[in-house]
């Protein structure tokens, strides 16, 4: 087996690992699950509150697993992630999350620290609950495998929650999966999707 067919068998392992991981996220108690769409693209998401297993209730401080599965005409990206919440105090409506994730692709593993802020809008009590959200993630060199050189995403978001626990969305991605040898946006559209929380 060469370098190349070696590179291939392993990608494709870690692909079938985590998305048999996200199913299995999905199996348990979700605490949200989404899907976004565009002309070209989809990506599911979804989340896993961990507080009952680490036993953090009272502290303030919301942790999640995450996973997600983006398929593009391109290539496929798998993400798996943990994240750590908070309101920001002194900052009505504002909530802070940091965490790592893993992402894969062909060839291409990185591990990008990400954070986010959501501002949920000060809207009187007709409106549904709407928020704004931002998000960042970034993986340098020393973060990226195999062939990876960069990871950078950043999204922008608009949710609106238009019944109890259905969630509207729309949004903004950009994703640049820089390799060895050359840079590579493999996303870069807008979409809109649902999401559903439980």
Do not use: C
Not at 56 to 81: C, P, R
Not at 90 to 118: C, K, N, R
Not at 169 to 178: A, P, Q, S, V
């Amino acid at each position: 087996m060469n370098k190349y067919q070696y590179l291939y068998h392993r990608s494709s392992m870690m692909k079938k690992l985590f998305l048999s991981t996200f199913l299995i996220l999905g199996m348990l108690k979700a605490d949200s699950i989404g899907l976004n769409v565009n002309s070209e693209d989809f990506e599911l998401r979804g989340t896993v509150d961990i507080n009952s297993v680490i036993s953090n209730y009272g502290s303030g401080i919301a942790y999640e697993l995450s996973g997600s599965y983006l398929h593009t005409e391109n290539d496929d990206l798998f993400k798996a992630g943990f994240s750590a919440s908070s309101p920001l105090s002194g900052a009505e409506g504002l909530t802070l999350t940091f965490g790592l994730e893993a992402v894969f692709m062909d060839s291409y593993v990185a591990m990008p620290l990400f954070g986010q802020a959501a501002l949920r809008l000060p809207l009187d009590e007709p409106i549904p609950a709407t928020s704004l959200i931002a998000r960042v993630d970034y993986a340098p060199s020393v973060l990226s495998f195999i062939d990876a050189d960069n990871y950078l995403e950043y999204r922008f978001e608009a949710d609106m929650e238009v019944i109890s626990n259905i969630h509207l969305f729309g949004g903004y991605r950009n994703i640049d999966t820089n390799y060895d040898a050359y840079d590579y946006t493999l996303n870069d559209s807008w979409y809109g999707g649902l999401r559903i929380s439980f």
